[in-house]
């Protein structure tokens, strides 16, 4: 299985801020046939099922405000959050798309 | 709008099976793969099973390989997860979500069937 680690484990900012989660892979999701990064980025919210923000490690999903950027390549990959807002305050997961599926620890954005 | 809902879910005891259910609605069901998601309380997620839009490809995680069997009918618009000889780390919240032609990405996400395996 590949094994994707995220960092850090909780994050706590102010609205406003810029924030950066990190999410590295044990192996490389980088397809050589068609130079594609399998990843995604997904947010959790209290109570509420996961979103699909960002999957093939920087295309958004339709619909995610632009503030969301997906980035990086072979097996480290951050998502940044540009100017944090109080209702982005949530879980933050990645998942390797490039063979079965796994899921990073997952990253805790709390208010400072 | 696409609606995945889940049911089946309860209380059951180490080593029973129980059957959980997803119904869909909103898409053309038969030309999605589907997968089962869970995630333990307080915990992160974890995939479970995998089926193609035909039912022809079907994959399972390492835990519960063996156990579970994911199942489909597309005249119903249904997708099932048959749990056996189920044990307490199989106590979670199950999702069924719907797959992407991106490679098993999960676009689209039900509000998950809770399990408890508990004496």
């Known amino acids: 299985d590949i094994v994707m680690t995220q960092s850090p484990s909780s994050l706590a900012v102010s609205a406003g801020e810029t924030v950066t989660i990190n999410c590295k892979s044990s192996?490389?999701?980088?397809?050589?046939?068609?130079?594609?990064?399998?990843l995604a980025w997904y947010q959790q919210k209290p109570g509420q099922s996961p979103k699909l923000l960002i999957y093939?490690?920087?295309t958004r999903e339709s619909g995610v405000p632009d503030r969301f950027i997906g980035s990086g390549s072979g097996t480290d990959f951050t998502l940044t959050i540009s100017s944090v807002q109080a209702e982005d305050l949530a879980d933050y997961y990645c998942?390797?798309?490039?063979?079965?599926?796994?899921f990073g620890a997952g990253t805790k954005l709390e208010l400072k | 709008e696409v609606q995945l809902v889940e049911s089946g879910g309860g209380l059951v005891q180490p080593g029973r099976s129980l059957k959980l259910s997803c119904v869909a609605s909103?898409?053309?069901?038969?030309?999605?793969?589907m997968n089962w998601i869970r995630q333990a309380p307080g915990k992160g997620l974890e995939w479970v099973a995998y089926?193609?839009?035909?039912?022809?490809?079907?994959y399972y995680a390492e835990t519960v390989k063996g156990r579970f069997t994911i199942s489909r009918d597309n005249a119903k618009n249904t997708l099932y997860l048959q749990m056996t000889s189920l044990r307490s780390e199989d106590t979670a919240l199950y999702y069924c979500a719907r797959g992407t032609t991106e490679g098993i990405v999960f676009a689209y996400w039900g509000q998950g069937t809770l399990v408890t395996v508990s004496s």
């Open positions: 192996q490389s999701l980088l397809s050589s046939g068609n130079q594609k990064n399998y």
């Open positions: 998942q390797q798309h490039y063979s079965y599926p796994t």
């Open positions: 093939l490690a920087s």
């Open positions: 089926i193609s839009s035909g039912s022809s490809y079907i």
């Open positions: 909103g898409f053309t069901f038969s030309n999605y793969g």
